[in-house]
């Protein structure tokens, strides 16, 4: 505010030297002035002693005088019968134009003290000296303390200022100044603007402020207290909970929950947490499926399935048997003879069964067989039941690694699902086939492919896994064991499969070294 003060200040006084300019320019071309002034005209004496009242009423100034270069007034209009006194040279005194001066000059009825400017203008070759001035102990005063807590007073000698204890002084401006009353010669002394202000203000000022910072720290305080209780329940509270049902986990007790909606951390722990949970509770319950499925119906089921598949040539060579003592009676004893192969065949592998299931963990024999041969004799004791079971075999094919039993069992279970496919298909048709593949380490491939159905990408993921079976009064091992015998084959199973274009099972052994074929 005080640098405000300051610059009202100079404008005020800026206001003046511009009153003064338009002045001087209207002096320049006024020739009853220049006559009265400059000839010394006496018909226009009185234009000029009057020219400075009627100047100062119309510029807004408080005084004004024109004075020639001698320093003789002309023409006063704070005082007009100031005329033709002897004055100080106003031009000596402020050295520019733009010089901020306080004049103390008379009025008719007391004193007054101008923020006064100077101005010049020639006519005739002569030189006239304008000076005017605006009221700086009055009207500029208030003026200038556009604060309520500022006060501005003017201090000159001769004048001593009286503070109050509840003011201080904030900023003095220094001015020149003259006292054009006393002394003629014209005297440059020093004023003071005195810039004061109240303390009783500043005083409720800071009052108020210590109020709103004692206010705001009591609600920072607050709110910090409610947030951090807020923070700890939103935080800790979660985490205990979380605590709490993570320690009653155990192989017996898998039922927690973690379910939750939150977004933040505690919300991907406890999801985590709930993951892992559901993965304990799958592997427990697989664990105990598994056991005992090992302990009761897996052993029981293998057996029922692997005889089943060793009774059905019997059952099919006494249907067949049964049926020519009612049709053919003479011809019973060839027929017999006939199919007496394999009766004994399928004896001789229930009884290699037994012997294995015995030990209750039958070895693979790692040994030369023929393929084709396994092939022939399954495709010769299966009935089709009006299915067309189709074969094709690779000649001179190199007899393979493995165990004749195994290869026997795992073709039965693959021609007897494969048929099972087109059961409710009249013109289905079922293929095997042999081929030799690899140029390293030669393998036999064995393949067995349907006009079937097909399977899914579901019904395929699946169809390896103990106990799952799409067919009525199916078991669901038949896959497995073929899986299971695979494996200790050492060969490779692939499926290709797709729904509507049937299905193909393709089984590589390794082929036996050259002496064990030979032998």
């Known amino acids: 505010m005080t640098r405000v003060i300051e610059s009202d200040l100079a404008r005020e006084s800026g206001m003046v030297g511009i009153r003064l300019r338009a002045m001087s320019m209207q002096l320049s071309r006024d020739n009853r002035f220049r006559l009265a002034a400059v000839q010394n005209n006496p018909a226009n004496r009185s234009y000029l002693l009057n020219y400075a009242g009627e100047a100062m009423q119309l510029s807004g100034l408080s005084m004004l005088q024109i ?4 320093g003789r007034i002309l023409s006063s209009g704070h005082f007009r019968n100031q005329f033709d006194r002897p004055a100080a040279e106003l031009s000596r005194i ?3 134009s733009d010089t901020l001066m306080l004049l103390r000059v008379l009025t008719p009825d007391s004193t007054l003290v101008a923020l006064a400017r ?3 203008v020639r006519l005739g070759g002569r030189r006239f000296i304008l000076t005017g001035g605006i009221d700086a102990e009055g009207r500029l005063l208030s003026k200038l303390a556009r604060d309520s807590s500022l ?3 003017l201090v000159y000698p001769g004048l001593k200022l009286i503070q109050s204890s509840d003011q201080r002084v904030v900023r003095e401006i220094r001015l020149p100044y003259v006292d054009l009353r006393d002394q003629p010669t014209g005297t440059v002394d020093t004023a003071r603007m005195v810039v004061t202000q109240s303390l009783d203000a500043l005083e409720a000022l800071r009052r108020g402020v210590n109020r709103w910072l004692l206010l705001a720290l009591g609600l920072t305080l607050a709110v910090a207290v409610v947030a951090a209780a807020w923070l700890s329940a939103r935080i800790s509270r979660p985490l205990r909970e979380l605590a709490d049902k993570t320690s009653r986990i155990d192989l017996d007790r898998l039922d927690q929950s973690f379910e939750t ?3 933040d951390e505690i919300g991907a722990l ?6 892992m949970t559901e993965r304990l509770r799958n592997s427990s319950a697989r664990l105990r499926e598994a056991e005992r499925r090992a302990a009761v119906g897996d052993l029981a089921r293998q057996v029922t399935h692997d005889i089943k598949n060793g009774l059905a040539p019997i059952r099919n060579v006494l249907r067949h048997l049964s049926q020519v003592v009612k049709q053919e009676p003479d011809q019973l004893p060839a027929i017999f003879e006939a199919r007496r192969g394999t009766l004994e065949s399928s004896v001789e592998y229930l009884d290699t069964l037994a012997r294995n299931y015995d030990r209750l963990a039958p070895d693979a024999e790692q040994r030369a067989c023929d393929v084709n041969a396994i092939v022939e004799q399954v495709l010769r004791t299966t009935s089709p039941d009006g299915a067309k079971l189709h074969s094709s075999l690779t000649e001179r094919l ?6 004749s039993l195994m290869v026997r069992r795992v073709l039965e279970n693959l021609v007897g699902n494969a048929l099972d496919s087109i059961a409710n298909n009249p013109v289905g048709t ?3 086939s042999t081929e030799r593949v690899g140029t390293g380490p030669e393998r036999v491939r064995l393949v067995v492919a349907d006009t079937g159905p097909g399977m899914t990408r579901q019904e395929l993921d699946r169809a390896f896994d103990d106990f799952y079976t799409t067919k009525p009064g199916g078991t669901g091992l038949g896959l497995s064991i073929v899986r299971r015998l695979i494996l200790d084959l050492h060969g490779s199973l692939r499926v290709e499969t797709q729904p509507g274009a049937g299905t193909r099972v393709i089984i590589e052994l390794l082929s036996a070294p050259a002496g064990d074929a030979a032998a």
């Open 151 to 153: 006060t501005v007073a």
């Open 398 to 403: 190199p007899s393979a690694l493995g165990d």
């Open 270 to 275: 406890s999801r985590l947490l709930g993951a």
């Open 430 to 432: 079922v293929t095997v």
């Open 67 to 70: 004075q020639d270069g001698s």
């Open 261 to 263: 909606d939150r977004r």
């Open 94 to 96: 402020m050295p520019g």
């Open 118 to 120: 100077t101005d010049s």
